[in-house]
């Protein structure tokens, strides 16, 4: 059974759309996001930009195992507003990813259905309007080894494309590698049968 080790999301925030239905306005932006830090952050500026409107409607998927999620309503009708934007999330197959829909209300109302559509439609266009991309899942190794072993250990690090995200090279090195999590088995084995290599896990 293959491993699962890539995920989708956005890769920079969305231009605004604008959708409108019965002189409401609804505004959407998508956003990508790792963590709920970043989604108050997003959320408390619109709330800024757009001051006047009546309602700020959200929904987020987070995690490269897409494990966390939340829709809010933002005082629309129950599951009128944030579940059909995470709809939108979902049939995207996207994580990482803010999407908030405000709202001008425009006098009339649109009843559930109406709102349904008009938040699914919204965040929909911000999801067109934004660039989906691919990412791969990497997991941590740490490289323990003598400064005299470093040619072999490069040359491993070469052949299968490994990346280096921190480095201590003394008379005793230290190497923190990036890996694919569908190629972690493999890479820990090679590194773990290398004569004066210590190999590390170091995922948390």
């Known amino acids: 059974m293959e491993i699962k080790d890539t995920y989708k999301t956005i890769l920079k925030p969305s231009q605004q759309v604008l959708f409108k239905d019965k002189n409401s306005k609804f505004y959407g932006y998508a956003f990508p996001v790792t963590n709920l830090s970043d989604i108050k952050i997003c959320i408390e500026q619109l709330k800024k930009d757009h001051h006047n409107a009546r309602h700020w409607c959200y929904a987020y998927q987070l995690g490269e195992d897409y494990s966390q999620y939340r829709a809010n309503d933002d005082g629309e009708p129950k599951n009128s507003a944030g579940q059909p ?120």
């Open 85 to 204: 934007i995470y709809g939108q999330i979902q049939s995207f197959n996207l994580t990482n990813t803010l999407i908030v829909v405000v709202r001008y209300f425009g006098g009339v109302k649109l009843g559930v259905s109406g709102l349904i559509n008009a938040y699914k439609t919204c965040a929909q266009l911000a999801l067109s309007a934004s660039t989906l991309i691919e990412k791969t899942i990497n997991l941590h190794l740490s490289i323990c080894f003598e400064y005299k072993d470093m040619s072999k250990v490069m040359r491993i690090i070469k052949e299968k494309q490994l990346i280096i995200e921190n480095q201590k090279l003394e008379t005793s090195c230290l190497l923190k590698i990036l890996v694919r999590k569908k190629n972690y088995d493999t890479i820990y084995k090679i590194f773990d049968e290398l004569y004066g290599v210590v190999i590390k896990k170091n995922n948390d």
